[in-house]
């Protein structure tokens, strides 16, 4: 699980793969998620506020929309 909530792209790519060999398929669905969602934006957008970070206009727009993760 640890993987999943890295902002590494290589470490979301590895837990992707870990839950298909295991065939975790909720687990799978999350992963994937969160893969995409550090692919997209390089980091968890959701973060930025609590790391200091400042938001992109691109952070802004997907954590106005419906498909945000807000976690």
Excluded: C
């Excluded at 979301?12 to 692919?39: C, M, P, T, W, Y």
């Excluded at 957008?45 to 790391?51: A, D, M, Q, S």
């Amino acid at each position: 699980m640890s993987l999943m909530h890295s902002e590494r792209l290589e470490e979301q790519a590895l837990s992707v793969k870990l839950f298909q060999k295991l065939g975790l398929e909720d687990n799978l669905k999350f992963a994937k998620h969160h893969r995409d969602i550090v692919k997209k934006f390089g980091r968890f957008p959701h973060r930025n506020t609590l790391l200091g970070r400042k938001n992109t206009v691109a952070d802004t727009q997907y954590l106005a929309s419906k498909e945000a993760f807000t976690g």
